[in-house]
């Protein structure tokens, strides 16, 4: 559940991030599934990477 959570976590940063990018430039960011996937596949190997060593 942790690695579940922390995931999730890294996920909402990284929208959020994008989102002021966006903002800051005044422009929209479009970015395709096949991108997307694996960044939210390496999201939760990050996070259970992580959780494995606590």
Same mark, same amino acid.
């Given at each position: #559940?942790?690695?579940?959570?922390?995931g999730?976590?890294y996920?909402? %940063?990284?929208?959020?991030?994008?989102f002021f990018?966006? #903002?800051?430039?005044?422009?929209? %960011?479009?970015?395709?599934?096949?991108?997307v996937?694996?960044?939210?596949?390496?999201?939760?190997w990050v996070?259970?990477? $992580?959780?494995n $060593?606590?």
């Open positions: #559940m942790e690695t579940f959570g922390r999730c976590l996920i909402i %940063i990284g929208i959020v991030v994008l990018l966006a #903002m800051l430039t005044q422009s929209h %960011i479009n970015i395709p599934i096949f991108l996937i694996p960044l939210v596949i390496l999201a939760f996070a259970s990477r $992580k959780s $060593k606590d």
